[in-house]
């Protein structure tokens, strides 16, 4: 898959030449290009917090299962 940032800038080229040409399938398809690579951004990110998530979690849960350990053998 291209870059997102990529995508935009193609999207804004598009846009501006339609615009400045008169082409209103162009400067759709630019502004489409644009929307698409912002939800693409969008999802990049949320991708990359809800895994920085799962990771606290499963590092919190080895934790408190350390800790529950060491309360049943006696050690905590």
Known sequence: MSDPKIDKAKG??????????????????????QASAAVREKAAEITADVAEAVGNVIERAGAVAADLKDKVTGKG
């Open 12 to 33: 804004q080229i598009k846009e501006a030449v339609g615009k400045v040409t008169g082409d209103k399938q162009l400067e759709a398809e630019g502004q489409v290009e």
